[in-house]
């Protein structure tokens, strides 16, 4: 389980820096405004690179703690609705799509 945990938590920190990257570029660069990820994924998108973070940061917290076989896999779960919920919730709102100025 212990592969399943690393190669979730890598994937997730892959996606939480392309992310990053994609959102920095296409603000940076005209004519790359397609390709942000908070209009192509949204809100559904940042949950689940989020939840992949956290189940992944979950499961090898509590294999590597000791815990007993079957409550890594909670604690596993539990990370990933952690951060899932706390990405939903706490992340932009209402974000105009690249390349629109909107008068505040």
Same mark, same amino acid.
């Given at each position: 389980?212990?592969?399943?945990?690393?190669?979730?938590? &890598?994937?997730?920190?892959?996606?939480? *820096?392309?992310?990053?990257?994609?959102?920095?570029?296409?603000?940076?660069?005209?004519?790359?405004?397609?390709?942000? /990820?908070?209009?192509?994924?949204?809100?559904?998108?940042?949950?689940? *690179?989020?939840?992949?973070?956290?189940?992944?940061?979950?499961?090898? &917290?509590?294999?590597?703690?000791?815990?007993?076989? /079957?409550?890594?896999?909670?604690?596993?779960?539990?990370?990933?609705?952690?951060?899932?919920?706390?990405?939903?919730?706490?992340?932009?709102?209402?974000?105009? /799509?690249?390349?629109?100025?909107?008068?505040?």
């Amino acid at each position: 389980m212990t592969i399943l945990y690393a190669t979730a938590l &890598s994937v997730g920190l892959i996606g939480v *820096v392309g992310w990053i990257v994609l959102s920095t570029v296409s603000t940076a660069v005209e004519g790359w405004a397609s390709a942000d /990820p908070e209009t192509r994924f949204g809100k559904t998108g940042r949950t689940v *690179v989020a939840a992949l973070v956290g189940f992944g940061m979950g499961g090898l &917290s509590a294999t590597f703690a000791g815990w007993p076989d /079957p409550t890594p896999v909670a604690g596993a779960v539990a990370g990933a609705v952690g951060l899932g919920i706390a990405s939903h919730l706490l992340g932009p709102t209402n974000r105009p /799509p690249a390349g629109i100025d909107v008068e505040p």
